[in-house]
C-alpha cells in the first residue's frame, strides 16, 4: 500500500565528506547519482523476466540471485553475519472463495465475487466460513480509550461478523483534535480493524470500502486480495483471527444499510458515543484454501561502521511485488516498477555511491532489502521481531517506495510529517537542493501506516519517508496532480505499472536519491540520535 512518490535531479550536490586523521589528507566524498544508475536497476527488477516478483515465485529466485549478486559487486558485506538473506518463514494462502455470497434478512441479497465482494482467511486451514452469522453494524470497529471511544461497547461478538467502515470518525472533521482530524490514525487501517474485530471475538468482519476514505480504488481491493496470499508463520496456525475477514463495495453497503433501515450510517458512526446496532440479517459464505509453506528472504548488505559499528543507520525498501495474476489489456504481469522496483533501484545507487566513494561511516550502514510488503509489510514485520541488529542501537530507519517518475520536483513532501527530528535534518538538505519541505496533501489516506517504515516505528525508531509529489519543477502543481492521479488510477496495481524509459523521467529519483544519501551519510557520521518529536504516538516507546 503505497502512493509513495519523487521528486527531482539534482542541481545542487549536498557533498558529504568526512574528517580525516592527516591534515591537509583530500578528504572522500560520494559523486553525482545518476538517472542512467537508477534506470539499470529499475529495468532490470521491472522487466517481464522477473515475472512481477512475488515471493514463493521464480521471480523470488531471480530478485534474490540479482540482488546478490549486484551487492558483491560493489564490494558491500553480507547484511546478515556471513549471509546476504534472512530466511522469513511464510504460509502461502491460495483461497478460492465461493462465487456468492448469501444475504438473509427481511429482504435477500446474493452477491458476486470481486464485484461486490472479497473474503478470505489468515487461518491456516483448508476451509473456512461463515453461516448465517448476524451482521452486526460496529461503526469503524475501533476501540481508543484515549478517545473515549468504543464501537464495540456491550456486545458480545461471539459468532457474529462486524460491518465496519474505512478509515476512523476525524476524516472529513476540521477538527484536529477529534482523533487527529484528516490525519488517519493507525485505527483508521483496516489491519487495526480486522485485529480488533479479533480480539472482540467475532467470527467474521467485512469492511466497507470507500475510494476517498480508503485513498484507493474497488480494484485495488480486488486485485490485491485476490489468489494467493502470505502470512508470517503463527504458533497457533492463524486460529486468533477471525474466520473470515473481507470488504464489500460502497453500492453493496448501500442496499443492505437501506435494507435494515439504518439511515446516514457514516454520520452515526462518527458520532461520539456510537453503540453497535444488529442490522436483523445473517451473511453466509465460503472459501476453500490450499497452503504451502515456504521461506521467503529479505536481502542484506552492510558497510561497517569504522568507529560505533553497532550503531546503525537502516535504509529499507521492499522487492516483492504482486506477481502474475489477473490479466488486464492481455497482460498478466504485474510489474510493479514504480511499486516498488524504484525505491530498490534508488538505494542500489546509494549503497554503490557510498562505497566507490571511498567514505568510511562512524556508523555502521544497512540496506535492507526486505520481503512480502504487498502482503501486509511481512518482511519489515519480521525483521523487527528477529532483528539482525539491536533495535535499541538502530539509529534510524529511512525507507524508500513508490518514487515517482515524472521529472524534477519543487518539493520533498513527508509521509506523517511532524513525528520526528529526521524531518529537520532531511529539509537543510532539501533547501541545498531548491526545494521545500511540506506534509503530504492527503494525510486521510493513511499512507504512513502503508510502507515499511512504520513497522521500524512501531518498536521506536525514528522513521522517514518522503519524496517529491506536489509541485514539479517546471510544470507547477497541476501537472503534478494530474501525474500522481493518472498512476492511481491507470497504473497502481495493475499491469500496466511497467519501466517506460521512453515517456518516465528519473530526474526526481535522482534527487530523492541524493536527498536520502545524504541524509544516510550525516547520520552515519554525526553524533546526533534523532527523536521523535511531541505529539507522535512513537515517542513513549524512544522519547
Known amino acids: 500500500m503505497n502512493f509513495k512518490n519523487v521528486s527531482l535531479s539534482i542541481t545542487f550536490l549536498f557533498a558529504v565528506v568526512f574528517t580525516s586523521c592527516n591534515k591537509g589528507e583530500e578528504k572522500p566524498q560520494t559523486s553525482k547519482i545518476t538517472a542512467d544508475e537508477i534506470s539499470y536497476y529499475l529495468k532490470t527488477l521491472a522487466s517481464d523476466d522477473f515475472e512481477g516478483r512475488k515471493p514463493f515465485t521464480e ?182 483471527k477471525c474466520a473470515i475477514q473481507g470488504w464489500i463495495t460502497l453500492k453493496t453497503a448501500a442496499q443492505l444499510f437501506k435494507a435494515a433501515g439504518i439511515d446516514n450510517y457514516t454520520g452515526k458512526a462518527a458520532t461520539p458515543g456510537f453503540k453497535p446496532e444488529s442490522m436483523g440479517m445473517s451473511v453466509s459464505v465460503s472459501l476453500e484454501n490450499k497452503l504451502q509453506y515456504d521461506e521467503s528472504k529479505n536481502v542484506l548488505a552492510k558497510i561497517t561502521g569504522s568507529n560505533k559499528a553497532d550503531e546503525v543507520i537502516l535504509y529499507s525498501a521492499h522487492w516483492d511485488h504482486l506477481g502474475i495474476g489477473l490479466a488486464i489489456d492481455n497482460d498478466s504481469i504485474y510489474n510493479g516498477a514504480l511499486d516498488n522496483a524504484s525505491g530498490v533501484a534508488c538505494m542500489m545507487a546509494i549503497a554503490q555511491n557510498i562505497k566507490k566513494s571511498g567514505i568510511k561511516p562512524e556508523r555502521t550502514i544497512l540496506f535492507n532489502i526486505v520481503t512480502a510488503e504487498e502482503q501486509g509489510l511481512l518482511g519489515s514485520a519480521y525483521y523487527v521481531s528477529h532483528p539482525v541488529y539491536p533495535i535499541e542501537k538502530t539509529v534510524a530507519n529511512l525507507n524508500m517506495d513508490m518514487m515517482a517518475a515524472f521529472g524534477e520536483m519543487k518539493d520533498l513532501t513527508v509521509i506523517g510529517y511532524g513525528q520526528s527530528e529526521l524531518e529537520d535534518y532531511a529539509e537543510e538538505i532539501a533547501k541545498t537542493q531548491g526545494r521545500y519541505i511540506m506534509p503530504n496533501q492527503h494525510p486521510g489516506a493513511g499512507l504512513f501506516f502503508r510502507s515499511d517504515h512504520f513497522n521500524f516505528a512501531k518498536v521506536g525508531i525514528p522513521a522517514f519517508f518522503a519524496s517529491g509529489a506536489y509541485e514539479h519543477k517546471e510544470k507547477g502543481k497541476e501537472y503534478a496532480k494530474e501525474q500522481m492521479n493518472n498512476f492511481t488510477s491507470n497504473d497502481y496495481h495493475r499491469p500496466s505499472d511497467e519501466y517506460r524509459p521512453e515517456t518516465q523521467d528519473l530526474g526526481g529519483m535522482v534527487q530523492d536519491a541524493e536527498l536520502y544519501m545524504d541524509l544516510g551519510l550525516k547520520l552515519a557520521n554525526e553524533p546526533i540520535y534523532p527523536k521523535w518529536k511531541d505529539g507522535s504516538e512513537f515517542k513513549q516507546m524512544r522519547p
Open 59 to 240: 521471480g523470488e529466485t531471480k530478485t534474490l540471485n540479482f540482488l546478490e549478486s549486484e551487492f558483491k559487486k560493489m564490494g558491500l558485506e553480507p547484511g546478515n553475519r556471513d549471509s546476504y538473506f534472512q530466511e522469513v518463514p511464510m504460509v502461502e494462502t491460495t483461497g478460492i472463495p465461493a462465487e456468492t455470497m448469501e444475504v438473509k434478512g427481511a429482504e435477500s441479497f446474493t452477491f458476486k465475487v470481486k464485484d461486490d465482494f472479497i473474503v478470505y482467511t489468515e487461518r491456516e486451514t483448508e476451509k473456512a466460513s461463515l453461516n448465517k452469522s448476524e451482521l452486526v453494524f460496529c461503526g469503524y470497529g475501533i476501540v481508543a480509550p484515549e478517545y473515549n471511544w468504543n464501537d464495540y461497547e456491550g456486545i458480545d461478538m461471539k459468532g457474529k461478523t462486524a460491518v465496519v467502515l474505512v478509515n476512523d470518525p476525524g476524516f472529513g472533521s476540521e477538527d484536529s483534535t477529534f482523533f487527529k482530524g484528516n490525519i488517519m490514525t493507525y485505527y483508521g487501517r483496516w489491519t487495526y480493524k480486522y485485529e480488533e474485530a479479533a480480539r472482540q471475538g467475532a467470527e467474521g468482519i467485512i469492511i466497507v470500502h470507500e475510494t476517498r476514505s480508503a485513498g484507493y480504488p474497488w480494484s485495488v481491493v480486488a486485485n490485491s486480495w485476490s489468489g494467493a496470499k502470505l502470512n508470517l508463520v503463527s504458533e497457533d496456525k492463524g486460529a486468533s
